[in-house]
Structure formats: C-alpha cells, structure tokens
C-alpha cells in the first residue's frame, strides 16, 4: 500500500435512534489530505457491544508524526498563526461548531458504535458540549490581550501572548469527541497549529471530523491527526523535538510517561488531565432523592468510564441505612443493553482491556474480604457489559478504595463526623473532583474549601461548563481545561521594553 491511498469506512445505521449511511476516510490526516500510514498497516476498530470488527483505520506511527509536525510548521510559519487575525479564526471555529451541528446524529452514532455508549447520552452531551467548546473559543480567538505595564514616563512596557508553535495533542477513549473539541478549541483560539492522537479503540468521530475541518475551511496543515497506538505514534508527539508543548489526558501511569519523554527531548511545556478516585459526601441533612440520584449519576454515567466518576460515597451514620436502600433500588433500575437501543441507560465497556481489568479490581475486591451488595459480575454473554456494582464492608487499604477503577463499580462507606470524612476523603493521591451534599450551604462551601480537589461540586455531580476550567490536585494533572485558564496552556508570554528617551 503506498503512502498516498487509504482505505473508506462505510457503514449503514439502521436503528431506532439513528437510522443513515456514513462514509469517510480512515487514514492519516496530514496536510489536509488522508493516506494510509508509513508502513501501510492498520488497527483493527471493535464494536464493544459485540467483540467484532468494525473496521481498520491505518496505523500512523513516529515517521507519520514527523510528518505532521512537518505540515504543522509549515502551516503555522506561513499560513497560520499570527498571520490570521484572531477574528477570522474565529469565524473558522465557528464554521467548524456549525458542521458538527449538522451532523451530530451521525457523530453521536459513531460515539455510540466504536465506545459503547447510549446514542442518546452522546449527542444530549459529547456532541453538544463538542459543539458548546467550539463556539466558546470561537469567541475568545480575538480577545487575546496582553497589557501596558506602567514603571516610569521613560518606558513603554507590553505584554504579548503568542502561539507556541506546533502542539502536540493526546487523547483518550472515553469521551472521543468531546475531548477532541476540549483540545482542538484553545489550541486553534490561540493561532497554534496541531499533531493530535485519538485512541486506537475509539477514532471514529476524530477520523470523521477531520473532514469537517476541512469543509470548515481551516488552512491544510493546520489540524493533523495520526492514528496510532500510544507506545508509537503517542511516544513519537511525546518526545519530538518539533513540537514545543503535549497536552494529554488519559491514566497518571501513562501521563508519567509522557512527562518523562517530553523532559528527556526539548523540555517541552507539559499539561495533563489525570485520573480520579472522586469523594461523593453525603451529609445527614441532604435532600435524599436528590443525593440517590446524583451519586447514580456520578458513578454509572459513561459506565463508570469518567475521570472525576464519583467512585467513593461516603454516606454519614444517620442516613447510611436509607440511602443504601434507595441507592441500591436506583442501580438496580439501570438498564444495560444496546447502546442505540432508547430504554438503555448503560452500554458496555469500551475493550476487552477494560472488561477485564475492572473484572479484576472486582475480584480483588471479594478477596480482599469487601462486600459485594450489588452485582459484581459480566451483563450478558456477548459484548463487554458489565453490572452496576456496589461493594460495602470495606478497608481504607483496599485496591477498590484507593485505585482508579474506570468502571461501574463504587464503593459506599460508613462516616461519623465532617472531620473523618474529610480524613478519608483527601487520602489519595489523586485530587480531580469531589461533591458534597448537605442543605446547609454554609456546611458545604465549607467542606468545599477544605476537599484536595481541582473541582467541587455541591448538590450535584458532574456538571461541567465550556467557561468554567477543569483540573485536578496533586497526581490529578498539571494545568487546567477550559475557561480562560486554557487559554495560558497554549501561548508564550513574551514581555517588551521599549526605550522612550532613557540614557546611560
């Protein structure tokens, strides 16, 4: 296969939710054109709802990535960058926010067919939070001051904010749209040009995109993205000497990595959105509904497949009782099945990976003597399903209580007083979000400002804005998503002093 042609998914919907034909490239986008990549091999794409093949995209590896960085210098020297106005880079994101529009049944439709999760959870919130991000940084592109500095009437001093060149981008399979658009939006407002990964296990929407942008009208060169495996084509953007910053968001294992590599090449600017083992708090004065309701939300959503998935509840003593009862009558009504299907609230889990990694931090749970009040088991006998599941009767030392677990799974503890949970819930190193509920909202800003957590949520869970930044504490991340703290991911501030008359 030479490095010119590229293979075309096809495929036709015919479901309830979403019934259309798609068709689009399955190659390496660089320069504003798909080929197949370097070595001319492929990676094959699994329906998780049935263990099959979907497809193959090509395999991009560290040749496909010198490449792109390539077509991104070139781009941003001659093309891009400073040489748009920040208005008219607006208006491209704007165009590109429309498109996504048009077509968000087909995009949530491939959400839903390459990751397992419900069509309509795609498009209610990873299409449309997609489309939301892309139009805010539409509206930042040309508002991207620097300042007049005073120091005395024989200077003039400014500041500047400049592209950084060309970035490199990395991200997961969980929300591959919506991660794609949280990346893409500061990075194109800013006037940088773009080498981005999506997840072997989830590139359809990306692939798909890339058309977009091109119809959007964005230069050729300006956004490229290579398919590929993390330890090749991620390793090749973590360490190239071509791109001056990475912003990834994936597993703190792989986020060390990435840290190391971009350490070990050309000291390269560094953000990165980690994993979380997020404290949910339930107070003894909450509305309990709310709180059932909520916490469900927090855990199930996704699958569990979330970053900030509010993994660890912890119910105080005077409702512990109840709110089990109902906590557990609200996760036994969640219905798992085909993700197109209307009644599913749950699909399956994105690989087989992860199928089995979470069935192992489950096993490890029962062995290490936690009780499994609920489910604990595979949903079905094909796909990667796996049942809501709800362990009790556990230690602070257990693997379920401490790591990550990316799935389904919680755990519900036992707290006497604000002071031991507070103890409880800052043990781990991670720090991505936390809620509280209570309807004292004194009581909980309170505990708000004492949990080790980039985000808090009172009284609900998960509840994310364009405008409002996103970020974790300690082994949780380096800088911050979204809002205008994004912005300073993506530019070089660079300070000038201009002489007005002084002599020495």
């Not at 904010?161 to 919506?178: D, R, T």
């Not at 495996?229 to 090749?236: E, F, L």
């Not at 990667?384 to 030392?397: C, S």
């Amino acid at each position: 296969m030479s490095p010119t042609t590229t293979t075309t998914f096809a495929y036709e919907f015919d479901s309830e939710s979403f019934k259309g034909k798609v068709s689009f490239p399955t190659g390496v986008f660089i320069d504003g054109q798909f080929s197949a990549g370097s070595d001319g091999s492929t990676i094959d794409v699994v329906n998780p709802s049935t263990g099959k093949v979907i497809t193959s995209i090509a395999e991009g590896t560290a040749k496909d990535v010198d490449r792109a960085v390539a077509a991104a210098k070139r781009t941003f020297e001659n093309t891009w960058g400073l040489k748009v106005p920040g208005a008219q880079r607006g208006k491209l994101l704007n165009r590109l926010a429309d498109l996504l529009e048009t077509h968000s049944d087909e995009l949530a439709a491939l959400e839903a067919l390459d990751n397992g999760k419900t069509f309509l959870w795609a498009k209610a919130v990873d299409v449309h939070f997609s489309i939301e991000t892309i139009r805010y940084y539409a509206g930042w592109a040309d508002k991207i001051h620097g300042q007049v500095v005073e120091t005395h009437e024989r200077k003039l001093a400014y500041t500047r904010h400049e592209p950084i060149g060309v970035v490199g981008q990395i991200i997961p399979w969980n929300f591959p749209l919506l991660m794609f658009a949280w990346k893409l939006g500061p990075a194109l407002a800013t006037g940088n040009a773009i080498v981005l990964k999506p997840s072997e296990f989830t590139p359809l929407t990306a692939l798909r995109a890339c058309s977009l942008i091109n119809e959007a009208g964005f230069p050729p060169g300006v956004v490229n993205v290579v398919t590929g495996y993390g330890h090749t084509a991620g390793q090749a953007i973590s360490e190239h000497l071509g791109i001056d910053k990475v912003a990834f968001t994936g597993s703190t294992l792989v986020g060390r990595k990435i840290m190391e590599a971009a350490a070990k090449s050309n000291l390269k600017n560094v953000t990165l959105e980690l994993g979380g083992k997020s404290p949910n708090i339930v107070l003894n004065d909450a509305d309990l509904d709310l709180a059932v309701d909520w916490s469900a939300f927090g855990i199930y959503w996704n699958h569990g497949q979330c970053c900030c998935a509010g993994s660890r509840i912890f119910v105080q003593s005077g409702i512990y009782d109840e709110f089990l009862k109902r906590f557990t009558a609200k996760s036994k009504s969640i219905k798992l099945g085909d993700p197109f299907a209307k009644a599913s609230d749950q699909g399956p889990q994105v690989s087989q990976i992860q199928f089995d990694r979470i069935l192992d931090y489950i096993n490890s749970g029962k062995q290490q003597g936690a009780k499994v009040h609920l489910g604990g088991e595979r949903h079905g006998t094909k796909g990667y399903f796996i049942q809501p599941t709800i362990f009790t009767d556990t230690r602070p030392d257990m693997r379920i209580v401490q790591e990550e677990i990316f799935g389904p799974v919680c755990v519900v503890i036992k707290f006497e007083d604000e002071e031991d949970v507070l103890r409880q819930a800052n043990d781990t190193l991670y720090g991505l979000a936390a809620a509280v509920f209570t309807q004292d909202i004194t009581r909980g800003i309170q505990l708000a400002h004492k949990l080790q957590a980039g985000t808090v949520w009172i009284n609900c869970v998960n509840s994310l804005h364009p405008n409002v930044p996103f970020g974790g504490y300690k082994q949780s991340g380096i800088g911050r998503e979204l809002g205008e703290y994004a912005l300073a991911n993506y530019t070089n501030l660079k300070a000038v002093h201009v002489n007005l008359g002084e002599r020495i």
